[in-house]
């Protein structure tokens, strides 16, 4: 059993978490994962490992409220306990200092990019943290980003805060405004990962992603979160979660994306309309 230490709301529909988790703690990576089970009769769900402290045995989870079992996570308070705890999981990201980095994040990935955030900072790179959200009330983690980038700059889809607009308008405007790019890491939605790809594509930056897809067992045994990256078929729980953004066939990932969501809409439409999400982000 995991013992829920803290519970706090980061944003809309999105909730912080502080858990007693030891081994996970002692071992957890930029880009790594868990996968937790709360009850016996629950569903698996794979969650970022957001933040972690290796001397308190804790780790921080961030966690939006999209569908059956986030939403019985939600209903958890500090003092409950979670049933399985498993990992850390998937590939620690692979960060080195390249120079100038732009760290683009969508809705929640906004808590999955920030150890990233964090360790490029640690290895002397330049970092420019762009973030993209809904509105105002969606937005977290600014002040926790800002402590290890040069710059953070924020666009809402209705200029509630930031630059109105979308986060890829960011990064173009930094582009135009001559900012040398040497490496770009970006987390969100997939349609939103696969408009930064293009666009780096294009200046021929290179460019990494953390992928979400549907998992099931989150150890390579089931093939659910299978995703085509250059000639071929990559499990994204034990290969990735970070691929390189250019190799990634983004169109079969959103066809199975929304397979899934079509499968799952029945028995989550009334959460995700409360939660604004389409069944492709966690927006
Ligand atoms: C490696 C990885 C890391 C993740 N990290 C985080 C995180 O840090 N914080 C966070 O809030 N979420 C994260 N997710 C997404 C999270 O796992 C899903 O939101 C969760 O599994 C949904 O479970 P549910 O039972 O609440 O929703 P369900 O009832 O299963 O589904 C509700 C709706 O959400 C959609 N959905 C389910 N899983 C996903 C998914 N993986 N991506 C997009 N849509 C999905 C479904 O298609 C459905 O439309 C991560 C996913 C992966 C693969
Ligand atoms: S979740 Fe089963 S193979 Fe990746």
């Known amino acids: 059993m995991f013992k829920i230490l803290e519970k706090d709301a980061a944003a809309h529909n999105v909730w912080r978490y502080v858990i007693a988790a030891p081994d996970v703690a002692k071992k957890a990576q930029p880009g790594q994962f868990v996968v937790l089970r709360l009850h016996e009769r629950g569903e698996r769900i794979p969650i970022s490992i957001s933040d972690w402290d290796r001397e308190a045995g804790t ?4 966690v939006q409220a999209v569908g059956h079992t986030t ?38 990935g906004t808590a999955i990019i920030y150890p990233e955030v964090r360790r490029h900072w640690e290895v ?4 420019l943290t762009l973030i993209g959200a809904r509105s105002r009330e969606h937005l977290f983690y600014q002040e926790e980003l800002a402590a290890f980038s040069d710059r953070v700059l924020v666009a809402t889809d209705d200029g509630s805060y930031g630059s109105q ?38 200046h021929g930056i290179k460019t990494i992603v953390s992928l979400n897809p549907v998992m099931v067992d989150g150890t390579g045994m089931c093939g659910a979160c299978r995703v085509r990256v250059g000639d071929e078929i990559k499990f994204c729980c034990t290969d990735g979660p970070e691929f390189d953004a250019h190799q990634v066939d983004f169109a079969s990932l959103l066809r199975r994306s929304q397979i899934y969501a079509r499968s799952e809409v029945d028995s989550n439409s009334a959460e995700m309309v409360e939660a604004g999400c389409d069944g492709q982000c966690h927006k």
């Open 165 to 202: 607009g979308l986060v890829t308008d960011l990064l173009h405007q930094l582009i135009a405004d001559g900012t040398q790019l040497h490496q770009v890491a970006a987390v969100g939605p997939i349609p939103m990962m696969k408009a930064v790809s293009e666009i780096t594509k294009e």
């Open 59 to 62: 780790i921080t989870l961030i």
């Open 124 to 127: 002397g790179n330049r970092v």
């Open 71 to 108: 939403r019985q996570l939600a209903e958890m308070n500090a003092g409950d306990q979670i049933l399985d705890l498993l990992g850390p999981l998937g590939k620690p990201a692979v960060i080195e200092p390249v120079g100038t980095v732009a760290c683009i994040a969508g809705g929640v």
